[in-house]
T-cell receptor, first 110, second 113 residues
Framework: GQSLEQPSEVTAVEGAIVQINCTYQ??????LSWYQQHDGGAPTFLSY????GLEETGRFSSFLSRSDSYGYLLLQELQMKDSASYFC???????????FGSGTQLTVLP | GAGVSQTPSNKVTEKGKYVELRCDPI?????LYWYRQSLGQGPEFLIY????????DSGLPNDRFFAVRPEGSVSTLKIQRTERGDSAVYLC???????????FGPGTRLTVL
């Protein structure tokens, strides 16, 4: 079987740093992706880790440890517009399909 | 450039009816995926196309669901004898050859009354 766990809700203030953790159990693992989704919107690609380590893209960074089956998304200098749901998703199988977690609702307060 | 487009954006139908949902992927993307997202959940994989063929349809919930991609570009997801439990947002995603990043369309919100 396969499962992903991430916190259901996180709250932080503008300008702060927040880390959203994701643990997974799956076979045929290729990599871990992170997506952002605003209410009523499409999932938007943020980052992808195939190898262990840290990937940085502007204010967002993502980390993967394959040996620990663990990753996180780090959001720095939080802005109000960052309020959204954030999903971790494993890429697996010959189809390279995405298996998503249930999402973390991030609320950024002024 | 243009992203993934999906039509219609909203579809309301009655139980038992047939519906078709369309996806137009990013030009040049050979891989196309359909997902279904229920309220408060992450998207769930339905089917994957590489070119014209359905390479993996293991996520389709039952035989009322079918999808085609006859020319390797536009895809249509077809649902027969719709049930209220089919109500969800149906998302399409595409990716470029050799890359694992999937780009999603805005989705079709299907409501079965």
């Amino acid at each position: 079987g396969q499962s992903l766990e991430q916190p259901s809700e996180v709250t932080a203030v503008e300008g702060a740093i927040v880390q959203i953790n994701c643990t997974y159990q799956t076979s045929g693992f290729y990599g871990l992706s992170w997506y952002q989704q605003h209410d009523g919107g499409a999932p938007t690609f943020l980052s992808y880790n195939a190898l262990d380590g840290l990937e940085e893209t502007g204010r967002f960074s993502s980390f993967l440890s394959r040996s620990d089956s663990y990753g996180y998304l780090l959001l720095q200098e939080l802005q109000m517009k960052d309020s959204a749901s954030y999903f971790c998703a494993v890429i697996k199988g010959s189809a390279r399909q995405l298996t998503f977690g249930s999402g973390t609702q991030l609320t950024v307060l002024p | 450039g243009a992203g993934v487009s999906q039509t219609p954006s909203n579809k309301v139908t009655e139980k038992g009816k047939y519906v078709e949902l369309r996806c137009d992927p990013i030009s040049g993307h050979t891989a196309l995926y359909w997902y279904r997202q229920s309220l408060g959940q992450g998207p769930e994989f339905l089917i994957y196309f590489q070119g014209t063929g359905a390479a993996d349809d293991s996520g389709l919930p039952n035989d009322r669901f079918f999808a085609v991609r006859p020319e390797g570009s536009v895809s249509t997801l077809k649902i027969q004898r719709t049930e209220r439990g089919d109500s969800a947002v149906y998302l399409c995603a595409s990716s470029s050859p050799g890359l694992d990043t999937q780009y999603f369309g805005p989705g079709t919100r299907l409501t079965v009354l």
